[in-house]
């Protein structure tokens, strides 16, 4: 009994305890308003910090922001949000406590965007950093359409998904966009970002649960 008890114990804790990874930033946060990350910047707690000129921008169709872009299938009203990354410079992600191992970024352009995704460790004593890898960011087409099926003109709305994997110690994000204009979303750092209880863990709970109100039933009847 007393050990089943220390399961069911352990069991609700680790359930209830968030992994450790970083989060993923999915930027839905705030109105409808473009927003500056570097000011108001939502992954401060997570030790993640933004460059001056990092955006996060709402979308235009049907949810009352600047960005010409979204994400099917469309929710009217819904506040779609992404970070924004033009031809005016690059945009930097700091990572103050690292992430290893992966980076997959979503991201959305025009048929002819073309940009890029730098992974740096940290800065030596002269200021430089190595750079870990690289991905390429392409667009994959611009053919949009709305809830019921009908063409959407002058929005970028074909989701790609890029992956880095394989390295140790990443700092720093730097997108940048040779041509064109990109919105990206659900930015994972590291392997897995999420905080919530795996359907394994909330079974295995439930099922110590189940067996500790057996054990204490069967007690009852014993006595009665």
């Known amino acids: 009994m007393k050990a089943l008890k220390t399961l069911v114990a352990s069991t609700l804790i680790a359930v209830a305890a968030p992994s450790m990874a970083n989060p993923v930033l999915d930027f839905q946060v705030g109105g409808f308003a473009t927003q500056s990350l570097f000011t108001n910047n939502p992954y401060a707690s997570s030790n993640i910090s933004f460059s001056q000129n990092a955006l996060n921008v709402a979308s235009s169709y049907k949810a009352g922001g600047e960005g010409n872009f979204f994400q099917p299938p469309v929710v009217p009203d819904a506040s779609v949000r992404a970070l924004y990354v033009g031809n005016s410079g690059s945009v930097d992600i700091f990572v103050g406590d690292h992430f290893d191992d992966e980076l997959k970024i979503s991201f959305t352009t025009g048929a002819s965007g073309a940009g890029k995704a730098l992974v740096y460790g940290d800065a030596d004593a002269n200021g430089q950093r190595s750079v870990l890898g690289s991905l390429d960011l392409a667009g994959a087409g611009t053919e949009c359409t709305d809830e019921n099926g009908q063409p959407v003109q ?37 392997r897995g970002g999420s905080n919530v209880p795996e359907p394994g863990s909330i079974a295995l709970s439930l099922a110590a649960l189940g067996a500790l109100a057996y054990t204490r039933k069967r007690k009852q009847q014993k006595q009665a």
Do not use: H, M, P, R
Request: glycine share 14%.
């Open 154 to 190: 002058g929005y970028y709305c074909v989701w790609s998904t890029v992956t880095l994997k394989g390295f140790t110690g990443a700092s720093l994000i730097s997108l940048s966009a040779s041509s064109g204009e990109f919105f990206l979303d659900n930015i994972q750092l590291g």
